[in-house]
């Protein structure tokens, strides 16, 4: 086995370890994530729920003092919006340079006073679940930083199995072969020795054979060698279900749990599981590529998704998605209610924040709006009469000044992304 300073593996690993207290969880995430980490100091890890009003530390843990976990629980009870946006969407690598102190300067001076200047930035990571909570590790910094590429990439990816093990660690504690989370029972060869509910379908079974084959490939020596394929290979879930969990019997014998762990959402206007799914990643500000990682699923499954998705919704374009699923979009102001029979879900949207839209020009207003109502660069630029390179220019300057790199976080920003 390669020597622990870089065995990522392990740390995906530690995030689905179901033994134990939730404290003794998270302390084993944050001594994994730290022997992978050669950058910062104190590093600390903290539990969070939140939902349109709320954002609170559930539990923290640090390798620092006990400073590191105090400010990093100040920093959660920051109230100004860019904050709440942080801790709710957004990448899952980012440092509070590029998240925060670009759009709000003046955030530098507090983290500075919160450490008695001891920290100038951090480098932050967070396994969003989904599902209104979420686990975060923090490493802090006496200068500016920014995650490496190598850096944004394997943290992506071990992000989503923290969030998918805090899911699961809310959903099934201790597991045993015979829970009804449980919905197949495999050798650690991937021999399928039970199967119940849509484990049963054959391409399910093959798939969860496959699956359990592949990350024992991973485990092993050589495939812990190359942590960037390993990291890729192994998926938040299998086929968007099920998370695989190591049981051993009383005789020591290994068995691998297929337990259905896919966040689970209110189900507005008849949407699929796998669109529910789907579509609150968006609304989180997730770009394809790490939804279909965390999800374990294609990426045109996720764009058929998303499109499905919206066209239920009414909606016309990604941006209308993201906007509707934003932490504090419409969807969470949705409340069920019968009329004449039908029942319907109905609810209250904010208008686009005219604070934010100031320091745009005239010029850019008008592509905003476009961009809003899903017009693609060639469209807008045949409505202004001008070309597609001048519109793109216009896109990237909307991006730069309200501190978004897609047309996804755009919405999410500009359509409550934050509750102020």
Avoid at 26 to 52: E, K, M, N
Avoid at 99 to 111: F, G, I, R, S
Avoid at 314 to 341: H, I, K, M, N, Q
Wanted: glycine fraction near 8%; hydrophobic fraction near 45%; charge should be positive.
């Amino acid at each position: 086995m390669n020597r622990i300073g870089n065995d990522w593996i392990g740390l995906v690993e530690a995030a689905y370890h179901l033994d134990g207290s939730d404290d003794d969880w998270l302390q084993g995430v944050l001594d994994r994530a730290a022997s992978v980490s050669i950058r910062g100091f104190w590093p600390t890890i903290a539990t969070y729920c939140y939902s349109a009003r709320v954002l609170e530390v559930e539990r923290s843990a640090t390798l620092g003092p006990e400073q590191a976990s105090r400010i990093l629980r100040a920093s959660l009870s920051v109230d100004v919006p860019v904050v709440r946006r942080f801790f709710r969407t957004g990448p899952a690598v980012t440092s509070l340079s590029q998240a925060l102190y670009a759009h709000e300067p003046a955030l530098a001076d507090v983290v500075q006073q919160l450490s008695d200047g001891v920290v100038h930035d951090k480098l932050a990571v967070k396994g969003l679940t989904g599902q209104g909570d979420a686990v975060m590790i923090c490493w802090l910094f006496g200068s500016r930083v920014a995650p490496s590429p190598v850096e944004a990439h394997r943290w992506q990816c071990a992000a989503s199995h923290m969030g998918a093990g805090l899911r699961l660690r809310r959903l099934a504690g201790r597991l045993t072969p015979d829970a009804p989370v449980v919905e197949a029972v495999l050798g650690g060869d991937g021999a399928l020795r039970d199967a119940r509910n849509d484990a049963q379908r054959s391409s399910a079974r093959d798939a969860l054979r496959e699956a359990v084959r592949a990350v024992d490939r991973i485990r092993t020596r050589e495939g812990r060698r190359d942590p960037d394929a390993a990291l890729v290979a192994w998926e938040g879930l299998v086929r968007g279900r099920w998370s695989l969990v190591d049981h051993f019997d009383a005789d020591g014998r290994r068995h691998v749990l297929a337990v259905r762990n896919d966040p689970r959402h209110p189900d507005p206007r008849g949407l699929t599981d796998r669109e529910r799914q789907v579509a609150e990643f968006v609304g989180q500000g997730h770009a394809g590529k790490a939804i279909a990682h965390m999800l374990g699923i294609s990426r045109s499954a996720v764009a058929n998704a998303t499109a499905r998705a919206a066209r239920k919704l009414g909606l016309s374009s990604l941006a209308e998605l993201a906007a509707f699923f934003a932490p504090t979009g419409l969807r969470t102001t949705l409340a069920e209610t019968a009329v004449e029979g039908d029942r319907l879900l109905v609810g209250t949207f904010s208008a686009v924040r005219e604070d934010l839209i100031a320091q745009l020009t005239d010029a850019e207003r008008a592509v905003l709006a476009a961009l809003l109502a899903g017009s693609t660069n060639a469209d807008i630029a045949r409505r202004r009469e001008c070309s597609e390179r001048t519109v793109a220019n216009q896109v990237q300057a909307i991006f730069r000044k309200l501190g978004v790199r897609s047309r996804a976080e755009l919405a999410v920003r500009l359509h409550g992304g934050c509750a102020d």
